[in-house]
């Protein structure tokens, strides 16, 4: 009698786990930006490589950062922005996300 328990065991274990399994739900964060001016310009051309995620990591930065920044994007990386675009997206995220005054 023994010999079967541990087999059932197993099942049942497992079939829990393929249950619990089916129910995870990972979260794809979706970040929001804030309302303004360029706002989907930057979700336009500055989500096709990778999330917003890496853009709020560097609020807080002087325009100058935030050029040096796009610049980056387009010489190194070559995002497929062009300059009047590039300065809008510098003007939102220097206004949205720029230099906190106290
Ligand atoms: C062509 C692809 C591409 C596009 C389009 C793009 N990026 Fe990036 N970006 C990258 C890659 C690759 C990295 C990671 C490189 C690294 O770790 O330095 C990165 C990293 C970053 C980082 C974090 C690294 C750092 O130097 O601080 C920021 C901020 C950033 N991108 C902002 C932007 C902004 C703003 C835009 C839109 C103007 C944009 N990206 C569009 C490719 C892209």
């Known amino acids: 009698m ?5 087999p059932f065991l197993f099942i049942f ?5 393929a ?3 089916n129910k995870l739900n990972l979260p794809i964060y979706q970040y929001k930006l804030k309302d ?11 989500q096709m490589c990778h999330s917003v995620g890496y853009i709020l990591n560097n609020s807080g ?11 980056h994007m387009i010489n190194d990386f ?3 922005i062009d300059k009047e ?4 997206i510098v003007d939102y995220l220097s206004k949205e996300y720029g230099k906190v005054e106290k």
Do not use: Q
């Open 61 to 71: 930065a002087d325009k100058r950062t935030w050029e040096h920044i796009v610049n």
């Open 85 to 88: 675009t590039a300065e809008k």
């Open 36 to 46: 303004g001016r360029g706002r989907e310009l930057v979700e336009m051309y500055c």
């Open 2 to 6: 023994r010999i079967l328990t541990l």
């Open 19 to 21: 249950e619990t399994g």
């Open 78 to 80: 070559k995002a497929p």
């Open 13 to 17: 274990t497992f079939s829990i786990a």
